[in-house]
């Protein structure tokens, strides 16, 4: 997923590049607007930790790019290109990641990687099984 602070900052083509450039093939994509009911859902596991109430508001700030990626060990490959959750870390620790390109903290990160293929399974199944609820936005 490239998050709102991804797609607003034009940073879609670069991470695209690096995508296939790493190999993957993007089978599906799509934009949507998610509304707070979605996010909650999709981060119920953080729902108790003290960010919970920011990560809703930043994850709702404006749309958001779901793509399902494929290619041979794509989850822990996706992982390593990303980086660490802490872009103020990875641009030190990780400066070829993603997060190191366009995040800025361990919250405003830019993108988002499912941490195992049982999650990977979930979160392909609630972004593109019609599980969630937000505004669809028409690719120009
Ligand atoms: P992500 O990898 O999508 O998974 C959970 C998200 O919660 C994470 O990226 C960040 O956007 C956010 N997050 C994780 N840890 C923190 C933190 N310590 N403070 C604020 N936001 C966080």
């Given at each position: 997923m490239i998050k709102p602070d991804g797609l607003s900052g034009n940073y879609t083509d670069r991470i695209k590049n690096l995508i296939s450039d790493s190999g993957?093939?993007?089978c599906k994509e799509r934009i949507i607007q998610l509304d707070e009911e979605s996010v909650m859902s999709f981060y119920a596991e953080h729902?108790?930790?003290?960010?919970f109430g920011s990560l809703v508001k930043y994850m709702t700030s404006g749309p958001v790019l779901l793509m399902i990626l494929e290619k041979e060990n794509a989850v822990a490959d996706w992982r390593a290109l990303i980086g660490p959750t802490d872009a103020s870390k990875a641009k030190v620790t990780?400066?070829?990641?993603i997060r190191a390109l366009c995040g800025l903290d361990s919250e405003k990160n830019c993108v988002h990687g499912s941490d195992s293929p049982q999650s990977a399974q979930r979160e392909i199944s609630f972004f593109f099984e019609e599980k969630i609820s937000g505004r669809i936005v028409p690719k120009h």
């Open positions: 993957f093939t993007i729902s108790s930790r003290s960010f990780h400066p070829h990641s």
